[in-house]
């Protein structure tokens, strides 16, 4: 009954979700992004795994035997593959140029670009479309689905639909996975991997085995360590968490070889490439290499400055621009412990948030370079905001949680959309962005590419549609949680009729 009532409200969290995600348009200025997708370019328009013709538009690379290469997990560059291949015959038809031609010489992208550049060159404009479509694919429509899973998690573990939805917006909105929701890094990708390999461990405990789930699950630990490798940590986590839920000896090697083809992928990618099995691309990368030398790949111990900074620095701070995730902290750590039910949830959830936060902060590169907040915390966030739903169920009907929960959301939907939205790029290495680098930009009417501007629309106006839409959207799924709140009591009501007859 709750699975039938839920399906209508999980549909339409989706398309909120999605449309608030790819509303934005990916930076074609970011180092990382072009990186991984110049490796995906090289492998289908010249079939070779160097990015000699493409590296000049970004800093993050290796150099090797006169060659330069992909320095990151290759990962999501393997994964968009298909995606560009499948699009390309058809991005190069006469009509899609012509699209192209339109979009180059559309003002409102115009007025967006930095006037000593190139402008928006028709080569430039079929990369960024590319870059777009990949996204999409691999990163907006997965964190839409990965907020569905969280609501679907919660609603397993009892929590109202009310709050549930909630919970699903604050992690969307209200936290850094909304800024890495729309961009072509790992980080969302590995988020949904991983955390939905907890989700299908979960429903294995929970008496849902079945074989398929397993190879799934193996299949999406793998992968996303060769995403982004500090993952692992996280990884090693929900392996033991499934390991420990799964029927048998025999679910449990299935368990472990579906993990391993993503492995044997990145052993024959190094190899082809450094001639070793290891990831060492960034012991060949050109820059930052006095941090990369650093213990190991910049990997020493938790630094005072890094464990503030990554929490509640003005800079990177996790907790300054989402002071609301504090709650989900206390729920974490505090409440969820003295539960005596999914405890093994708990553990798997706590050591996702320990190991990550402890991995970063004992690295020197903790900053993150361009980014909304700590963005290498982000694929932890899914298993952090967990942590509401013991907080919610001891006071979710106390007025003044809903008050604390409330002005906390709205301050941190404020910090996140500021600094995710406030001029062309991230903010960079700027002390305290939101005061010196985003919120100057929205005073200047410097909002980042979007949809809006496709159509004409300038400025703080192109947010115009996105809003709208999204309180249509909204009102809608408020609407279908009071039905399927009613469906129910209708149900009950005419089962107690039939007990009582």
């Not at 790992?186 to 405990?205: D, K, V």
């Not at 899914?382 to 013991?390: D, E, I, K, N, Q």
Request: one cysteine or more.
């Amino acid at each position: 009954m709750t699975k039938t009532s839920d399906r209508s409200i999980k549909i339409l969290l989706f398309v909120i979700l999605l449309f608030s995600f790819v509303y934005f348009l990916p930076r074609w200025a970011d180092w990382g992004t072009n990186s991984r997708l110049n490796l995906t370019l090289a492998i289908v328009d010249q079939g070779t795994l160097s990015i000699d013709d493409y590296y000049q538009n970004t800093g993050d690379y290796a150099h090797f035997e006169g060659h330069y290469y992909l320095d990151k997990a290759p990962g999501p560059s393997f994964l968009a593959v298909p995606v560009y291949a499948l699009a390309r015959p058809i991005l190069n038809l006469k009509p899609s140029r012509d699209v192209l031609n339109r979009l180059a010489s559309s003002g409102a992208f115009s007025a967006t670009l930095n006037e000593e550049g190139s402008g928006l060159l028709p080569e430039k404009i079929y990369n960024f479309l590319v870059l777009y479509l990949i996204t999409v694919v691999l990163i907006s429509i997965p964190s839409a689905f990965l907020g569905v899973m969280i609501f679907s998690f919660l609603r397993d573990l009892g929590l109202g639909r009310i709050w549930s939805i909630v919970v699903v917006l604050i992690y969307a909105w209200a936290t850094n996975a909304f800024a890495y929701a729309n961009s072509f890094n790992s980080h969302q990708l590995t988020a949904f991997l991983i955390f939905g390999a907890f989700y299908l461990g979960f429903r294995m405990r929970q008496g849902y085995s079945s074989w398929r789930w397993i190879i799934a699950a193996g299949l999406m630990l793998g992968y996303a360590v060769i995403c982004e490798y500090p993952t692992a940590v996280i990884a090693l986590g929900v392996f033991i968490y499934i390991a420990a839920s799964v029927p048998n000896w025999r679910w449990n090697l299935i368990f472990i070889l579906s993990g391993l083809p993503p492995g044997l992928l990145l052993v024959a990618y190094n190899l082809a490439i450094f001639h070793t099995p290891l990831p060492v691309g960034y012991e060949y990368s050109e820059l930052y290499t006095d941090l990369h030398s650093v213990g190991l790949f910049s990997i020493t111990y938790p630094h005072p400055q890094a464990l503030y900074g990554l929490t509640f620095g003005s800079y990177r701070g996790l907790f300054f621009i989402s002071p609301v995730l504090l709650v989900a902290l206390w729920g974490l750590l505090i409440m969820w412990w003295r539960s005596k039910e999914q405890r093994r949830e708990w553990a798997a959830c706590i050591a996702a948030f320990l190991a990550l936060f402890l991995f970063y902060s004992s690295s020197v590169m903790w900053q993150g370079g361009y980014a909304v907040g700590p963005r290498y915390l982000v694929p932890m966030l899914p298993f952090l905001v967990m942590g509401f739903l013991p907080f919610l169920a001891k006071w979710g009907k106390k007025t003044w949680a809903s008050i604390l929960i409330g002005v906390l959301s709205l301050v941190s939907f404020f910090v996140v959309w500021a600094e995710t939205i406030g001029s062309q790029s991230f903010p960079d290495w700027t002390v305290n962005p939101l005061i010196n680098y985003s919120l100057p930009a929205l005073f200047r009417n410097d909002i980042a590419r979007n949809i809006g501007m496709g159509v004409g629309l300038n400025g703080w106006v192109s947010l115009i549609p996105l809003f709208g839409i999204e309180m249509i959207m909204v009102f809608f799924l408020i609407r279908s949680v009071h039905k399927s709140e009613k469906d129910l009591s209708e149900k009950l009501d005419d089962r107690l009729n039939s007990w009582a007859l």
